[in-house]
């Protein structure tokens, strides 16, 4: 076999043994895999290099909305599946009381239309967890007074 | 007629890449670490550390840097990672060649960035103090010796031609139905090559 020919053999021989590991099954992987040592964690390896960038910030922020949001399971229960069920639900809670916007810092300094979708989810867990709280009738996505 | 243009991907941005980094299961994280392990087997840093470590950061780095874009739609996160992960490790291994041929070992690259916002790559770095010969010698044993290894095994022998030539133009599952192999019997060969090139790799290892 020619050097280059040799070269190139091996080099795919490398690809298809790590392409094996991809296309095993969890019982197949378990068995011939090579074990990871103690402590070590792939996922932090990775996370790792993410925290240097500068987008790392603003997953952090997203991953406390959504605790936050979490924290509410029967207002959230509530929230309509589209962005724009949200917002219209959120436009008529705030119509029917407009001191609600002063006590969600989101809304409190922004116009309503700038408010980013995620923020919409956020406001409206709150705000419906205060609605309730007052008595105010939530029905399905719906709002009466 | 005109064919319709192919679907746009939509592309990951940074924070979803993060999102799907946080939620690998952890067979997958095993199967990127052997993977990674596989890929850069025989390759080595001057300062000893571990280069499939360094080939998940550079890999990492590309992705959320956007020189590689995850099309999230199309491509499950995993397998787009271990993809990347081969075309970087197969860009190493080509300027490992290179670089070997002009007497430098050093294979594992990684871009750092100073404080001071310079870029450099630690392979240019490289020095030529670490030159072994016998590693000119050793893909050519490795590759005579798993022919050797194979020899007069049909299945094995069909199997092993595959892995070095068509691994990349043709399926485990096209070579069986191409010459009427079960497909098990090939996938037995395959991990019985592998096993082959563990030993002949911990041999060599343990010749220095």
Known sequence: MAEEDAKQAYDRLILSLADEVMEMSDEELLATGEPMPEGISVKEMLLEAAREHPDWKLYVMK?????????????????????????????????????????????????????????????????????????????DGDVTP | MEKPPPPSDEYATPVEVIEAMAALAKADEARLWNAALRLTRDMRRRDGADCHRALYHEVARLILGGNRRWPKQRVPFPKFYYMTMRNVAGKWRKRYEARREAGIVLVCEATRVGRDGSVWNEAENASRDDVRPEDDLYFRRVVSALRSAVDG????????????????????????????????????????????FTKLRAAEVAHG
């Open chain 1, 63 to 139: 991953k406390e909305r959504e605790a936050q949001l979490a924290k509410l399971p029967a207002a959230r229960a509530r929230i309509p599946r589209t962005a724009e069920g949200r917002r219209s639900l959120l436009e008529r809670l705030l119509a029917l009381r407009p001191d609600f916007g002063d006590l969600v810092p989101a809304v409190q300094y922004r116009e309503f239309k700038d408010l980013p979708d995620e923020d919409v989810a956020s406001c409206l867990a709150q705000l419906l967890a205060l609605a309730e709280a007052e008595g105010l009738d939530v029905g």
């Open chain 2, 153 to 196: 095994h049909a299945v094995r022998e069909r199997a092993l031609e595959w892995m070095f030539t068509e691994r990349d133009a043709m399926t485990l599952e096209g070579v069986s139905l191409e010459s009427d192999i079960p497909l098990a019997a090939l996938k037995a060969a395959v991990t019985w090559i592998r096993r082959e």
